[in-house]
């Protein structure tokens, strides 16, 4: 009896090495499928309550903050300029950063049709990062049925699985925005790309009609 | 003189479709390549974009952005509002389905012959099943749900044809060289342009017929890439250059579907 049971530890051991090491990589309940999923339902939920969208901005920026790097988002997005920036620049940069994305993301929630996601399965990229793929269809704002293809570029940090980039139809948010920044910093430095966010932010958003 | 007309028309909307629309990059997503990497990104540079006519592209972009801004966004937008939802639904698949020529053979010249079937199969269904085009039966299929458009822009890129320049075009938008070629080849293969090429006898179809349908083809495209714009240059901090890397990364990545 003992013999069988040895017999079936050892047989077993290969798959339970598996199992263990991808416990270990992603940590109990903590995998960034069923992170991404949960934040982008509470997301939705907060965009499409059917409240006014004055009041988008503020009421989403919590969770938002709780599932992107918005940290890490900002520095990719500046490149290497970014570390001949100050640490008040740096601070500052971030804080204007994160309320262009907020306010972007809250200008575009428009109608009460929620968009219907369906999410592939993540594909692993580095021991701490991966990207997961989907299919965003039945999107208000676009004029037509198609789905969009969206990739969530995820990392592990010591908070948890978060979104440091987001590829729409292969067009990586970071990028497009390291590409924009990368003109101002090489034109004006940290001083210029301060002025830029905050004239930005102090034009009225664009709304979706 | 009738066939140039037509000829400029369908390359003032024809291309517009795709211009505006948000269409691609020479600037790949800058790849994040191993785990000491990961939370120190800005050790990557910003890839160099091939843009030597970057002054006189942002005096285009300008005149188009006064265009898009102050005619054809508004002359799109009493579009949506007129026209019921279902109806341009309709519209944008009767000249989607019509431009199966355009993917078939460009799935061909690409080696892609399961796809080109799959082509095939969905405009015999929606030809048939979806009242000549007008509802896309295929999305219902899936296997035939989600083929990637081919056209030969990509084709040359799938041949290792370097894009080239990037280029802003009066009225059009953003493309590169590489592009400006891919569109003569679509513009031969789309049928509503068989007849000014003199493909199609003046006999079979009118003159006033075809500028209506040409006419419908692309105010039905207008909406789409006027809101794709609208989206992108409210986001950016600089459009001319957010717009340039999203329509070169967005090419770049249907090449490598």
Same mark, same amino acid.
């Given at each position: ?209 | ?68 801004? %102050? /005619? +054809?966004? !508004? ?6 509002? &007129?026209?019921?939802?279902? *109806? ?98 679509? %513009? /031969? +293969?789309? !049928? ?6 003199? &493909?199609?006898?003046?006999? *079979? ?53």
């Amino acid at each position: 009896m003992r013999t069988d049971l040895f017999r079936f530890i050892l047989k077993s051991a290969p798959v339970l090495l598996v199992f263990a090491a991808v416990r270990l990589a992603y940590g109990s309940g903590d995998d960034p499928a069923t992170m991404l999923r949960s934040s982008v339902d509470e997301i939705l939920s907060i965009a499409y309550s059917g409240r006014e969208n004055e009041t988008l901005p503020a009421r989403v920026r919590p969770a938002l903050e709780k599932c992107f790097a918005f940290d890490l988002v900002t520095r990719q997005a500046m490149g290497p300029g970014w570390r001949q920036f100050s640490p008040a620049d740096q601070k500052r940069v971030t804080q204007l950063f994160s309320e262009l994305v907020i306010r972007t993301y809250s200008t575009r929630v428009v109608g009460t049709q929620r968009p219907k996601i369906a999410y592939g399965s993540p594909v692993t990229i580095a021991s701490d990062r991966c990207e997961i793929p989907s299919r965003v269809s039945h999107f208000a704002a676009s004029s037509s049925n198609e789905p969009i293809a969206v990739v969530y570029r995820m990392i592990r940090l010591p908070a948890g699985w978060r979104i440091y980039d987001v590829l729409i139809e292969g067009v990586s948010f970071v990028s497009n925005y390291r590409a924009q920044f990368d003109e101002l910093i090489q034109k004006g430095g940290a001083a210029l790309v301060i002025r830029t966010l905050e004239a930005k932010l102090a034009a009225p958003a664009a709304s979706r009609s | 003189m009738k066939h140039f007309i037509f000829g400029i028309l369908a390359l003032l909307f024809g291309l517009s479709g795709c211009a505006v629309s948000g269409k691609r990059s020479a600037t790949a997503p800058a790849p994040v390549a191993s785990a000491s990497e990961a939370t120190d990104f800005t050790n990557v540079p910003a890839q160099k974009t091939n843009d030597p006519l970057q002054r006189f592209n942002r005096t285009i972009f300008a005149f188009n952005d006064s265009l898009y801004t %102050y /005619a +054809l966004g !508004p002359f799109a937008h009493g579009y949506v509002l &007129i026209v019921p939802r279902p *109806v341009r639904t309709g519209i944008s698949n009767f000249f989607d389905n019509l431009g199966f020529p355009v993917r078939f053979i460009n799935c061909v010249l690409q080696g892609k012959f399961t796809r080109s079937a799959q082509e095939t199969g969905k405009f015999v269904l929606n030809s048939t099943a979806g009242v000549g085009g007008l509802i896309r039966v295929s999305d219902h299929v899936p296997s035939l749900a989600d083929v990637p458009a081919e056209d030969f822009g990509q084709t040359l890129g799938v041949w290792g044809i370097p894009p080239g320049p990037y280029i802003v075009i009066p009225v059009l938008g953003p493309s590169d060289c590489r592009d400006l070629v891919g569109f003569v080849g679509d %513009y /031969a +293969l789309y !049928p509503l342009d068989w007849y000014p090429l003199g &493909i199609i006898h003046h006999s *079979v179809i009118s003159d006033a017929v075809l500028i209506a349908l040409s006419a419908t083809r692309y105010v039905g495209g207008l909406p789409k890439a006027i809101d794709t714009y609208d989206q992108m240059k409210s986001a950016a901090v600089d459009p001319y250059i957010a717009i340039r890397d999203g329509y070169l990364s967005y090419r770049a990545a249907q090449i490598k579907k």
